[in-house]
């Protein structure tokens, strides 16, 4: 999905404990109920210190937090922890997770080129800031020349940190704060080699660099990487303003350092808080994330994060909670072919991003990796496996798989080859990532891999050349969906549909970082303004940037008002009317890919009805899950207790999409009906007039009605609920475990929908 030393921060999301270092003790993050503080203490931290000296003389606090988690972090053994969570007043004692990271053709892709006169940009949208957590920001990137701008919004209340090759004075109209987080990651695996990296708001990495110049960069003209997709450069939301929040550095991205860069950034009044990360799939009580991000809920802040890259494994989902916008990846319609030709007349259209001194365009010798290795993994063209007399002056063909694809290239030329061909295997399919290698390469599909493989085999003198074609507009279909984004059900509540939504997220340009090469090797000696990567990674800043335009436009609105603006517009057809394709199965993408469609950021601007939450419908929520007082008391920082005698569901959560759950019923074996009822509430944020429903389904082993089935609004901010009864015939329950349909509301001139995912379990 990226390259080398950021590659593993794309590729799959996990979370491990954080390992002591010389010792037995481990970072938690303990979070306190603040309203039971005795009255013997005057200040909360001294509670705070007060209850850590009771199971530790030695262990001090890394953070207190103050706005997303009341409580503090610190390094304690095993039973001390135990000892600590047993106290009155401590509600959980969570251990350390570490996270890992999960443009100038997007916004004529979107259409925003062709409508930037319907978003409001010279004013509101300058009011509105997005946080960015990533691995800091290049200040001195031309994304974040602050020309134009007008005075940083008064709202703000954070600051521009000094540090490592970083300073106040690199801040401005544009960037309008920077922070750095480093005091988990320190506690854990000591003090940052400043030789190596920057212990300042600095990026040494690009990441948070493309990130955020994704989201809000500046109109950059003539901007390019070696000239491919060269255009004039844009974030979604060009001006509005950012803040850089460093939380991830060599060694990960530690949940301590995470929460206090949500706490700062609650405090400092950002209005989105992007973040391209993720880490293991758990109760939302126990992910940092989601508890920060149902602080920053409360407070009108919108948070929108990454999906994942596990795909296209089925609940392979990161960021699943209901307060955080979940986004996927799609494609845009751009590519950036290199053909190969072979000697036997054949041809196959690959990808790649190399541009330097071409191969000649005569054939050249070609060898396969494993047959120039003495290695058993040769074909992998793994550091020190292939043999220079065997490879030297030849093309090289080089699986794909598990070291990056971009140092197999390096390998190669290490080796006195000079091309290289890639081709995917059976775990990537036909999916192709561009590359900037640092020789004449280009990465075919598995099917063209395997055909090539064979010509290697069977003719005793192969030969082979690459022809570079530049940059391609127009490619169709697109956008599909990437075969690495991150795939439903959602394994911790299956009846909350996930991802939310796609956006573009393959081969997207960005700025970057002056202190690393395109390919992110230490031997890429290149130095470049922009970058051109892929991962959910860089579909997130999308959705951020996008989130700032409609806050921008309608101030007032709530996180989930503009999250279901996003949804409920979104597309899933193209023009043609064929369903949005999945890379992945060549097949029609599903809600469990795509979650409500693509984004269509020009619709969601007038959506006509929202489906809007509260905090209190997200404790509901929370009820329903029958969680304890002390969980739901973590995320909601007071003292909530759930109405015994209410009751609870997790259907009646006012989401814009729907997953409905049949229990027991799976390939037949109960001989009744199983029926599964959804309330939803849609608020008027257009003009009067009355909304028709129409129901599509794909699973005719189901009936959906819905009552009413007509909605007249007479006034803008008026509400209207409706029940959708889902009725599954046992007898008739599908041999298949899912399965799919839709609802529209529409008054002729908005269409307001939602997707449908059955289970059957």
Aim: aromatic share 8%; proline share 6%.
């Amino acid at each position: 999905m990226a390259n080398p030393v950021w590659t593993f921060l794309l590729l799959c999301l996990f979370s491990v404990p954080s390992m002591a270092v010389g010792d037995k003790k481990k970072t938690y993050i303990v979070h306190m109920a603040k309203y039971q503080m005795p009255e013997s203490f005057e200040h909360h931290l001294h509670w705070y210190d007060s209850s850590l000296r009771s199971v530790s003389d030695s262990a001090e606090m890394i953070y207190a937090y103050n706005n997303v988690v009341h409580g503090f972090s610190t390094r304690l053994t095993t039973e001390e922890a135990q000892r600590l969570e047993a106290q009155p007043g401590i509600l959980a004692v969570v251990p350390e997770m570490r996270y890992e990271l999960h443009t100038t053709r997007s916004p004529q892709f979107l259409g925003l080129d062709k409508n930037a006169n319907l978003y409001p940009e010279s004013n509101s949208v300058s009011e509105v800031i997005i946080g960015v957590l990533d691995t800091g920001v290049w200040p001195e990137s031309k994304s974040f020349d602050d020309t134009g701008l007008g005075p940083v919004p008064s709202s703000w209340k954070g600051e521009c940190e000094s540090g490592t090759n970083f300073s106040a004075s690199n801040c401005n109209r544009k960037l309008i704060g920077a922070r750095f987080f480093s005091k988990g990651y320190e506690a854990t695996l000591g003090p940052i080699d400043e030789s190596k990296e920057s212990r300042s708001p600095r990026d040494d990495d690009g990441h948070g660099t493309h990130t955020a110049s994704t989201a809000a960069g500046s109109v950059v003209e003539n901007a390019s990487l070696f000239g491919y997709a060269s255009g004039t450069a844009r974030g979604m939301a060009a001006r509005a303003r950012v803040a850089a929040y460093k939380v991830c550095w060599a060694g990960g991205c530690f949940s301590s350092d995470i929460v206090a860069a949500m706490d700062k950034a609650v405090e400092d009044n950002v209005n989105v808080m992007s973040m391209s990360l993720g880490g293991g799939v758990s109760d939302y009580y126990k992910d940092s994330v989601a508890t920060g991000a149902f602080a920053a809920m409360e407070k009108g802040i919108l948070v929108s994060c990454s999906a994942g890259n596990a795909g296209p494994s089925p609940f392979s989902l990161s960021n699943t909670s209901p307060w955080i916008t979940t986004v996927g990846a799609g494609t845009l319609d751009r590519d950036f072919p290199a053909y190969v030709s072979l000697g036997d007349a054949k041809n196959f259209s690959g990808v790649s991003l190399y541009r330097g001194k071409s191969l000649p365009g005569t054939l050249l010798p070609f060898i396969y990796a494993a047959n120039a290795s003495n290695s058993g993994n040769g074909n992998l063209c793994m550091t020190g496996t292939l043999i220079p007399e065997k490879v030297a002056g030849k093309v090289v063909f080089c699986d794909r798989g598990v070291n990056p694809r971009v140092q197999k290239g390096a390998v190669v030329k290490a080796a006195g080859g000079i091309g290289m061909v890639l081709a995917n295997t059976a775990a990537n399919g036909e999916e192709l990532v561009a590359d900037s290698h640092l020789l004449p390469a280009t990465a075919v599909g598995q099917k063209s891999g395997d055909i090539i493989r064979k010509y290697l085999v069977s003719d005793p003198k192969p030969t082979v050349t690459i022809l570079f074609e530049g940059t391609k507009l127009g490619i169709e279909p697109s956008p599909v969906v990437a075969a690495f984004s991150s795939r439903g059900p959602n394994s911790i509540t299956p009846q909350l549909l996930k991802p939310d939504i796609i956006a573009p997220g393959v081969n997207i340009l960005a700025g970057w970082s002056k202190s690393v090469g395109p390919s992110g090797l230490a031997i890429d000696d290149r130095r470049v303004d922009f970058n051109i990567i892929s991962g959910t990674s860089m579909s997130c800043p999308h959705v951020s940037g996008l989130a700032a335009l409609i806050k921008g436009a309608h101030p007032d609105w709530s996180p989930a008002a503009i999250r279901s603006a996003l949804m409920t517009t979104a597309y899933t057809a193209y023009k043609n009317g064929q369903k949005i394709q999945d890379i992945a199965t060549g097949k029609p993408s599903t809600p469990f890919d795509h979650g409500a469609g693509h984004v269509d950021p020009v619709s969601a601007l007038n959506p006509g009805l929202v489906y809007d939450l509260t905090v209190d419908d997200y404790l509901n929520f929370l009820c329903a899950l029958n969680y304890t007082p002390s969980q739901i008391n973590s995320l909601a920082r007071k003292d909530f207790t759930c109405d015994s005698k209410k009751k609870y569901s997790v259907n009646d959560l006012n989401y814009p999409s729907f997953a409905v759950v049949f229990d027991g019923v799976l390939g037949g074996g109960g001989s009744g009906s199983s029926v599964v009822k959804h309330t939803r509430t849609l608020t008027n944020v257009g003009s009067p007039g009355t909304y028709k429903v129409s129901i599509s389904s794909e699973t005719k082993s189901v009936k959906i009605s819905v009552e009413p089935e007509s909605l007249s609004f007479t006034g803008a901010n008026e509400k209207k609920s409706y029940t959708v009864t889902f009725t599954s015939n046992g007898s008739a329950a599908p041999s298949s475990a899912e399965g799919f349909g839709r609802i529209e509301w529409s008054d002729g001139k908005h269409v307001v929908g939602s997707p449908i995912a059955f289970s059957w379990t």
